[in-house]
């Protein structure tokens, strides 16, 4: 639904709303916010606030910190849980330098900048269905989060078993009151682990329903004395948490994946943009997976993928095709993981795409086995490469992949990049409680 300034302005005097969240996004997927008051809101829709961009990691340096947020009028919406004091709403911003320039470290604008080009290439629209996991964990007597559940629940079980149940019906109430429109929800695979899928969006307003997405589970959660985590993976030897991206390119409001005369229903732009992502995904893994812990995901046995393969069916392949045909065809990716910056996910994804079809990419033979089942020998002879198995092996694929590297942008590639080597780094050096346990006896 789109808004003009004189509405939103009625609204919020109608509403009785007291504050306003300016929310963006940093260069590392966190939600970060400029609360206004209501008597602060035409200065806000006039693009009048500013903020310290010094303050935020990865923005800019404290000499040149001052930044503005140009909202998105689209995104007004009000927040459906109710503090004590006052009704909230939130706009979801651009990041702009004083000069009246978009800001070249804001992700919001890298991905428009990739769907400018799609655009400039004759795709009107890009299409993004994710399928985001998490864990309810209890709290403990001070709050803090553990890792029980309370729950003995499986894949689709349903209460008495699931006791996060409540909570999840809580969530897709309060999204569907923000205009989510919830396609399903259900528990997942291991204890106190859950979905909830909504429907597909074009690429951007996706990005933003992702950010509100884990925003609204934390704060449903919360308010259940319950600790929601997207980490990939909280608990050894459970299944971890993903974000499949299930994407479709449009031109003239048909989807040009779809072909009823090619093989298995699948365009030649299908197959150039499945090449495209696959040439690129080693490059594109630290951004999908941004964390030291998203790479204990990415292991044999849980479903999750860690080959780079494709295949019409095979749940082990990388990128998986859904049968459904028409306007419904699309690509699946697996190995995405709730941790990431939506937007500099999105954007790597059309783009590593978009590359295939400019290059008339072709794609390996389809792999119809299960590939955890292979031999190194029988996937070397299929020439099924591996994912990087570590974030610093997905930095170093990420510093050698140029086309990567210009969608981000030189601010953004050299910040994310400083970012996440000093995050190994920290691992690297710490001692963990594997360690103790492992050698303080023997040793």
Same mark, same amino acid.
């Given at each position: ?45 006039? *693009?009048?606030?500013? !903020? ?8 800019? #340096?404290? &000499? ?11 995104? !007004? ?57 998490? !864990?309810?964990?209890?709290? %403990? &007597? ?7 559940? *309370? ?11 699931? $006791? ?18 919830? &396609? ?22 996706? =990005? ?9 589970? @934390? ?13 990939? @993976? ?9 974000? $499949?991206?299930? /994407? ?13 005369? +090619? ?6 732009? =299908?197959? $150039? ?5 696959? $040439?690129? /995904? ?10 030291? *812990? ?6 044999? +046995? ?28 699309? /690509?699946?990716?697996?190995?995405? %993981? ?33 590939? !955890? ?28 992949? #140029?086309?990567?590297? %210009? ?34 006896? *023997?040793?």
């Amino acid at each position: 639904m789109g808004y003009t300034k004189e509405q939103i302005i009625k609204i919020v005097r109608d509403e009785e709303i007291k504050f306003i969240r300016m929310q963006f996004t940093d260069i590392f997927g966190q939600l970060k916010n400029v609360a206004i008051t209501a008597s602060q809101l035409e200065k806000a829709l006039n *693009n009048q606030i500013m !903020f310290d961009g010094s303050s935020i990691e990865g923005f800019v #340096r404290l &000499e040149e910190s001052d930044q503005c947020l140009y909202p998105d009028l689209d995104s !007004f919406v009000i927040f459906p849980w109710r503090p004590q004091n006052g009704r909230v709403a939130r706009l979801i911003c651009d990041v702009y330098d004083p000069d009246g320039t978009p800001f070249v470290g804001d992700p919001r604008g890298v991905l428009k900048n990739v769907l400018n080009k799609a655009k400039d290439m004759g795709f009107d629209t890009f299409n993004v269905g994710p399928e985001a996991e998490f !864990f309810l964990f209890q709290t %403990d &007597e001070a709050g803090k989060p553990t890792t029980q559940t *309370n729950d003995e629940a499986g894949y689709f079980d349903l209460g008495p078993l699931d $006791h996060g149940e409540s909570t999840r019906r809580q969530i897709c109430l309060a999204l569907e009151e923000m205009g989510f429109e919830i &396609e399903a929800s259900h528990h997942e695979v291991a204890q106190g682990q859950h979905e909830i899928d909504f429907k597909y969006q074009d690429a951007l307003h996706c =990005a933003d329903s992702i950010m509100t997405f884990k925003l609204a589970v @934390k704060v449903m959660a919360q308010q259940n004395g319950l600790h929601a985590t997207f980490m990939p @993976k909280p608990i050894f030897g459970v299944a971890g948490s993903g974000m $499949h991206i299930n /994407m479709s390119l449009f031109k003239d409001g048909k989807n040009v994946f779809y072909d009823q005369k +090619g093989e298995k229903q699948l365009s030649q732009t =299908a197959y $150039h943009f499945i090449a495209g992502v696959l $040439h690129h /995904m080693k490059g594109m893994a630290a951004i999908t997976n941004p964390l030291v *812990n998203s790479y204990k995901r990415l292991v044999p +046995g849980y479903e999750a993928p860690c080959y780079m393969a494709w295949s019409a069916s095979n749940r082990s392949a990388l990128i998986r095709i859904p049968a459904a045909r028409g306007q419904s065809t699309r /690509m699946e990716l697996r190995c995405p %993981d709730p941790c990431c910056n939506p937007y500099l996910a999105l954007a790597v994804c059309l783009a590593a795409g978009l590359d295939g079809i400019e290059r008339s990419l072709t794609p390996p033979p389809e792999v119809t086995e299960n590939i !955890f089942e292979l031999t190194p020998a029988a996937r070397r002879r299929k020439g099924i490469a591996a994912l990087p198995a570590s974030l610093q092996e997905a930095l170093e694929a990420l510093k050698r992949d #140029r086309l990567v590297l %210009d969608v981000l942008g030189e601010h953004v590639a050299g910040q994310y990049i400083a970012g996440k080597e000093a995050e190994w780094h920290e691992y690297c050096t710490r001692v963990s409680s594997w360690e103790r346990d492992k050698y303080i006896i *023997n040793y």
